[in-house]
């Protein structure tokens, strides 16, 4: 026999290869188990939730299914909702020429108040806003009192219907 060879022993090699398989059923059951969660989109323990990548120090801009568009202080509250502190949006001006004008949430006709609760199924996606952009300045500048916030209007009721009118068939 040789100085140089090596010898295993057979129990050894059976055991180390029963360690292996075992670590691929292993992987993949895990593997199994995650496809059938994101399958029926529940959150799993490997996907990384919103509340890790929202920006504490910054505003976001938070879009939903119905076409409007938020921006605010986000926080993530459990899986189903969201709740965006300081509000505002973005008016749509008549003149295309125009610019949009920032508005703070609260001067609508139903009179709300912070925070602005939102179900996770309305969020389309989420955005952390850099400091330097066009909206989180105007922010900063409402917030200072450098400029008035936009205010919606009252809605105005038509003089048609402003009185109640006598029917014609009576």
């Known amino acids: 026999m040789k100085q140089n060879a090596l010898v295993v ?3 050894t090699l059976r055991r180390m290869f029963v360690i292996v398989l075992v670590l691929i059923a292993l992987i993949a059951v895990l593997l199994l188990v995650r496809t059938q969660f994101s399958r029926a989109g529940m959150p799993s ?7 890790e990548v929202i920006d504490r120090n910054a505003y976001q801009a938070v879009f939903l299914t119905g076409g409007q568009v938020y921006f605010g202080r986000l926080q993530q509250q459990g899986s189903q909702y969201f709740v965006l502190y300081d509000v505002f949006y973005l008016s749509a ?14 001067s609508e006709i139903q009179a709300p108040v912070d925070p602005m609760i939102i179900p ?3 969020i389309l996606y989420l955005e ?5 952009g066009q909206v989180a300045t105007a922010i900063r500048r409402f917030k200072a009192g450098e400029i008035p916030a936009a205010t919606q209007p009252a809605p105005t009721v038509p003089a048609s219907t402003a009185r109640p009118s006598p029917s014609p068939t009576r």
């Open 9 to 11: 022993q057979i129990s």
């Open 128 to 132: 952390n806003l850099r400091p330097d």
């Open 93 to 106: 001006p008549s003149d295309p020429i125009a610019q949009p004008q920032l508005i703070k949430r609260g």
């Open 45 to 51: 323990l490997f996907d990384q939730g919103a509340s």
């Open 120 to 122: 996770a199924s309305q």
